[in-house]
T-cell receptor, first 111, second 111 residues
Framework: DAGVIQSPRHEVTEMGQEVTLRCKPISGHNSLFWYRQTMMRGLELLIY????????DSGMPEDRFSAKMPNASFSTLKIQPSEPRDSAVYFC?????????FGQGTRLTVV | TQLLEQSPQFLSIQEGENLTVYCNSS?????LQWYRQEPGEGPVLLVT?????EVKKLKRLTFQFGDARKDSSLHITAAQPGDTGLYLCAVSTGTASKLTFGTGTRLQVTL
């Protein structure tokens, strides 16, 4: 397996634009997590899915953020409209029985 | 308040030195994980500790789970530049394994 695949690796967008981050988890993993990492706040859990169902989205900062997992092999995190304070590295991770495997992240810059 | 507090936040040492980093909480956990994150990459699992008082060794790294399963430590013997990175502890909570990370310790090992 190629591991968790995220796209794009880098995204630069203007404030107010819609941003969509994509994730392909490892085949067979039943949990998927979206994290945001900044120097100030560290690695924050935004939302996680179990068997494609959103279980806990309490970490989603506000209504501008939404996440979907239409099937076991794909998830998206959307920010609309984006703001400069959304600039961060966004990680997707998948797991099976507790061990989480991370993608390489998407570095988002909102100008 | 953070579920997992790690200390120190930053540590800069020379090659060959020993060091210990800590992960503390007021909550009890069934297991705890340690991850290492290198620049530009996602975190990678190093070890999972399950039993109170458990000690696990991974080459020059020694992990210990506190007797009360509220805290953990990571000791590195004879640090090398390749040990440089962000060390994160993490716990699973809830029935669907919500994975929450600590605040992290950023280690730099210089020649």
């Amino acid at each position: 397996d190629a591991g968790v695949i995220q796209s794009p690796r880098h995204e630069v967008t203007e404030m107010g634009q819609e941003v969509t981050l994509r994730c392909k988890p490892i085949s067979g993993h039943n949990s998927l997590f979206w994290y945001r990492q900044t120097m100030m706040r560290g690695l924050e859990l935004l939302i996680y899915f179990n068997n494609n169902v959103p279980i806990d989205d309490s970490g989603m900062p506000e209504d501008r953020f939404s996440a979907k997992m239409p099937n076991a092999s794909f998830s998206t995190l959307k920010i609309q409209p984006s703001e400069p304070r959304d600039s961060a590295v966004y990680f997707c991770a998948s797991s099976w029985f507790g061990e989480a495997f991370f993608g390489q992240g998407t570095r988002l810059t909102v100008v | 308040t953070q579920l997992l507090e790690q200390s120190p936040q930053f540590l800069s040492i020379q090659e060959g030195e020993n060091l210990t980093v800590y992960c503390n909480s007021s909550s009890v956990f069934s297991s705890l994980q340690w991850y290492r994150q290198e620049p530009g990459e996602g975190p990678v699992l190093l070890v999972t500790v399950v039993t109170g008082g458990e000690v696990k060794k991974l080459k020059r790294l020694t992990f210990q789970f506190g007797d009360a399963r509220k805290d953990s430590s990571l000791h590195i013997t004879a640090a090398q530049p390749g040990d440089t990175g962000l060390y994160l502890c993490a716990v699973s909570t809830g029935t669907a394994s919500k994975l929450t990370f600590g605040t992290g310790t950023r280690l730099q090992v210089t020649l």
